[in-house]
């Protein structure tokens, strides 16, 4: 499957703008495509407001993968992790957004976006929507994740 052809959802508050426009902007380039859930400034609003509406797109599968960028990553990656079949993972390393995907089956990444470079949420964002699920024994585990 050729991931540059499914349409990922992305969102952010005012820490995250200017790295979500970069990220956007970057893969763009590459052939991936976004629905923008916002905030399209950096003045000041409440980050469950662009975390909802990703979480939503991604779990009623109109999205395939979500991007989140909060100043930490924490805000949003909480606010995803409400719905049930959503895998919010927070990424500020290669290794961590790797195992992500192949461990976890992570289906949103976390980006804290004053914790790394503009560069790094690209070079993670791609990691992630490239790295496959690994299933086998991992597959056992993520199928415990949500609640009974």
Known sequence: ???????????????????????????????????????????????????????????????????LICGSGNGVAIVANKYTSIRAALCWNEEITVLARQHNDANIIALPARFITQEEAVKFSLLFLTTPFEGGRHQARVDKISRM
Do not use: N, R
């Open 1 to 67: 499957m050729d991931d540059t052809k499914i349409q990922i959802a992305i969102g952010s508050d005012h820490a995250g703008f200017s790295t979500k426009e970069f990220i956007k902007q970057q893969l763009g380039e590459l052939g991936y495509s976004f629905h923008d859930f916002g905030t399209w400034s950096e003045a000041s609003m409440d980050y469950p407001d662009s975390a909802h509406p990703v979480a939503k797109a991604v779990e009623s599968g109109s999205c395939k993968f979500g991007i």
